[in-house]
Nanobody, 123 residues
């Protein structure tokens, strides 16, 4: 059974940092590209980042502007999102998801996602 479990969210001041983790269970993690996306109340879903199966290629939403870094440790079946220089507009629920096999791109469809971890940026 495919399961994705996010952790690492919380309350942080503007300019602060957080590292999110996504633990994967129930499938061959190193065979799938992965993604982080976020959703804030009243807003649509935004793709934050994607990462290739081997972690070599990554892509980010335009709003990231070099502040975030996505990476993965296939030996640990875990993906991470290091977020720096956080802004109030980054406040959202952050989800990790598994892209459909063989797909890759910021608009690529996902087929499984986790429950999410809340990130709140506020002073």
């Amino acid at each position: 059974q495919v399961q994705l479990v996010e952790s690492g969210g919380g309350l942080v001041q503007p300019g602060g940092s957080l590292r999110l983790s996504c633990a994967a269970f129930g499938f061959n993690f190193n065979e799938f590209a992965m993604t982080w996306f976020r959703q804030a109340p009243g807003k649509g879903r935004e793709t934050v980042a994607i990462i290739s199966v081997d972690g070599i290629d990554t892509k980010y939403g335009d709003f990231v502007n070099g502040r975030f870094r996505v990476y993965r440790e296939n030996a640990k079946n875990t993906m991470y999102l290091q977020m720096n220089s956080l802004r109030s507009e980054d406040t959202a629920m952050y989800h990790c998801a598994r892209l459909k096999l063989g797909t890759y791109g910021l608009a690529a469809p996902y087929e499984y996602r986790g429950q999410g971890t809340q990130v709140t940026v506020s002073s």
